[in-house]
């Protein structure tokens, strides 16, 4: 299966494992898996850094996406059909753009959301397949 990590799992997965439920580490360690990072991931982890809203112990956002690379992760770029299809994206009350962007990848990309955020099973509706 083909997983995408949202931004908090990612960093849990590198920082924190213990965080994560068996379930998702299971996932995310299974060798058959294919798990994504998006590249919208690397840039709201530096915004927040550089705006003081996220702390990371002796480390710099710029240095992230060569650990996700070691960790077996694969970069998800932001495709020309992403961006100029996200309007078909429902404004349907979550309004972080980050998570937005996130949210249309996984659906555009057909990829499972690997997610703790409640918030965004309303948009299952509309093709997001999450779990937690």
């Known amino acids: 299966m083909n997983y995408l990590l949202d931004t908090h799992v990612l960093l849990w997965a590198i920082f924190e494992s213990w965080k994560l439920p068996p379930g998702v580490k299971s996932l995310i360690l299974n060798p058959e898996n294919t798990i994504y990072v998006s590249l919208i991931s690397f840039w709201e ?3 927040k850094y550089s705006l003081g809203k996220l702390e990371l112990d002796d480390i710099m956002p710029d240095a992230i996406p060569g650990i996700s690379r ?3 992760f694969k970069t998800l770029v932001l495709s020309e059909a992403d961006v100029a299809s996200f309007y078909n994206l429902p404004r349907i009350g979550h309004k972080d753009p980050f998570d937005r ?3 249309w990848q996984a659906i555009n ?3 499972t959301l690997i997610s703790k955020d409640g918030k ?3 948009y299952e ?3 997001l397949s999450i779990t937690w």
Do not use: T
Request: aromatic share 6%; charged share 20%.
């Open 45 to 47: 982890i530096s915004l």
């Open 125 to 127: 509706e509309f093709g």
């Open 101 to 103: 962007l996130i949210i």
């Open 70 to 72: 070691e960790a077996g």
């Open 120 to 122: 965004l099973s309303d």
């Open 109 to 111: 990309n057909d990829l």
